[in-house]
């Protein structure tokens, strides 16, 4: 490892990881957009797809698109938990970053079945850097394997 990110710049990049996970599901998409630069990129590979299924561009995006999931979500009853335990963080500069992040996802629908279902698995391969309001996502590359239609869990 070298010394181009402070023990501060590593703790920083994992909250920024953690926020990621807590932001979303608590559906506060405001605040989840805020961890992303303003030209950020967000690409969703599902299923072992070479292709992205989804593409993300901007903040704007970001906060959309979780708006949009999020209100399904609590329409519906469904509580999500992103579940990132494992991060590797490579140092670039000591501005930028990429990182390797472990992801499950669980989903639970109290009404219908209130025992946690894992439902996704994989890797964000992301790109942090600097900003002067700290560590933000610059892209995001999720890579996950699973079911991503509610009915397919809960009918």
């Known amino acids: 490892?070298?010394?181009?990110?402070s023990a501060a710049d590593r703790s920083a990049i994992l909250e920024l990881v953690a926020a990621y996970s807590f932001r979303w599901d608590a559906a506060e998409a405001d605040e989840f957009?805020?961890?992303?630069?303003?030209?950020?990129?967000?690409?969703?590979?599902?299923?072992?797809?070479?292709?992205?299924?989804?593409?993300?561009?901007?903040?704007?995006?970001?906060?959309?698109?979780a708006n949009v999931r999020a209100g399904y979500f609590k329409k519906i009853g469904l509580i999500t938990k992103h579940l990132m335990p494992n991060t590797v963080i490579t140092e670039i500069d000591a501005r930028t970053a990429s990182l390797r992040t472990?992801?499950?996802?669980?989903?639970?629908?109290?009404?219908?079945?209130?025992?946690?279902?894992?439902?996704?698995?994989?890797y964000y391969d992301s790109l942090v850097v600097l900003t002067l309001d700290g560590w933000k996502f610059k892209r995001r590359d999720i890579r996950l394997n699973g079911v991503f239609k509610v009915k397919a869990v809960y009918g």
């Open 1 to 5: 490892m070298s010394n181009l990110l």
């Open 33 to 65: 957009s805020q961890l992303f630069t303003e030209d950020t990129e967000c690409n969703f590979y599902l299923n072992g797809e070479s292709d992205p299924s989804t593409e993300l561009r901007g903040r704007d995006s970001m906060r959309e698109a």
């Open 102 to 122: 472990h992801a499950l996802i669980t989903w639970q629908m109290l009404a219908k079945q209130p025992l946690p279902q894992p439902v996704q698995a994989g």
